[in-house]
């Protein structure tokens, strides 16, 4: 199961990399200049330049308290830090805290460990799109089909509460699928999951790249980190990589 689930991985990235309109698609979507993040007088890193391309994968490695998820939390507006300029989409971003509402309504951030509310999974992943004012028959129609991409429809009017580790990582994949999010930023989604809830949360991220979105994943993951097609970005001592 391994072996065919890590070749349809890597068959999804190199695929969309090798597409005929691959130059379109490559445009920069992020660029961040001069990013730094201080935890009172630690700096904890300074980057000069950050790039996202469209339509991209990345995995962002460093050892443990390098600032990964700190990381992460910054691109995705969620923690403060001093950025000379930003610019999403060929458009300069002149307030980077909070993001403007644009902004915070194409990138979603999932957590290593997903905060998921007590009511149903089928809720759960609807959470967003009722929130963004979809029609209720809109979003039952959106969500029943996230719900069969994540491999979760049986789970449709569970708790979550009773849900394991993989089907919570599979459930907020999906909750942040449904709002096609332009930039998709995960933190250890594979972290302490056994050997078949790992495959299936490897084998739904491809497709999100598939489906339109870049996706920067922090991670020791050594079958992320070495998919061909994926970019790696790396964080030492302060600064940042591009291997």
């Given amino acids: 199961m391994s ?10 990235v190199v695929e969309n990399a090798d597409a005929p309109q691959r130059d379109e698609r490559r445009k920069a979507l992020l660029g961040v200049r001069g990013l730094r993040k201080r935890h009172g007088d630690r700096l904890l890193f300074d980057i000069d330049v950050l ?12 050892m443990n308290g390098a600032g990964k998820s700190t990381l ?7 923690e403060r830090a001093e950025i000379d300029s930003l610019r999403f989409a060929g458009e300069d971003v002149l307030r980077v805290h909070p993001y403007p509402r644009a902004l915070r309504r194409a990138i979603v ?6 905060i998921l509310f007590s009511t149903s999974v089928a809720d759960n992943i609807g959470y967003g799109l009722v929130v963004r004012g979809f ?3 809109a ?32 459930v907020a994949l999906a909750r942040a699928r449904v709002l096609q999010p ?9 972290a302490n999951l056994d050997g ?36 790696r970005l790396k964080l030492r001592d302060g600064h940042l990589e591009h291997r």
Wanted: glycine residues 6%; charged residues 15%.
């Fill in 3 to 12: 072996i065919v689930i890590h070749s349809q991985i890597t068959a999804a």
């Fill in 139 to 170: 979003v039952e129609a959106i969500v029943e089909e996230a719900m069969a991409w994540a491999g979760v429809a049986h789970l449709a009017d569970t708790d979550p509460a009773k849900l394991s580790g993989g089907e919570k990582q599979r």
């Fill in 51 to 62: 790039e996202i391309a469209t339509h991209s994968a990345y995995v962002l490695t460093g």
């Fill in 196 to 231: 078949a809830a790992r495959e299936q949360v490897l084998a739904l991220i491809p497709t999100m790249v598939d489906a339109g979105s870049s996706v920067v994943i922090a991670c020791h993951d050594r079958d992320l980190i070495n998919l061909p097609g994926v970019q």
């Fill in 72 to 78: 992460l939390r910054v691109l995705g507006g969620l």
């Fill in 109 to 114: 951030y999932v957590h290593q460990h997903p």
């Fill in 182 to 190: 332009r930039l998709l930023l995960l933190d250890e989604p594979t």
């Fill in 135 to 137: 029609a209720p028959i």
